[in-house]
């Protein structure tokens, strides 16, 4: 069980299934990073909310879910 904001608590299947979300949401997210294997821009490249799990996988070594919409952006990445 998982206790929200208001202190009501719910399933955590509840909170993960994605088929019980509705509404109208962004796909587009102010995203920020630096260093390591992040690529050095000067331009503003427009970065879907969806590409940014498969990046912060990418950069944590693991392994990037089958099952996620985004996709690793490898424009973000330095070229080796």
């Known amino acids: 069980m998982l206790r929200g904001v208001e202190g009501r608590c719910f399933p955590l299947q509840q909170a993960i299934d994605r088929q019980r979300f509705t509404g109208i949401h962004a796909e587009t997210a102010i995203f920020i990073a630096a260093g390591g294997t992040i690529a050095i821009r000067s331009d503003r490249n427009p970065l879907s909310a969806l590409h940014v799990a498969p990046l912060i ?3 944590a070594v693991s ?5 996620l919409e985004g996709e690793l952006p490898v424009g ?4 080796a």
Not at 63 to 67: Q, V
Not at 76 to 79: A, L, N, Y
Request: glycine share 0%; proline share 17%; no cysteine.
């Open 76 to 79: 973000w990445i330095k070229s």
């Open 63 to 67: 392994p990037i879910p089958s099952d």
């Open 57 to 59: 996988a990418y950069l």
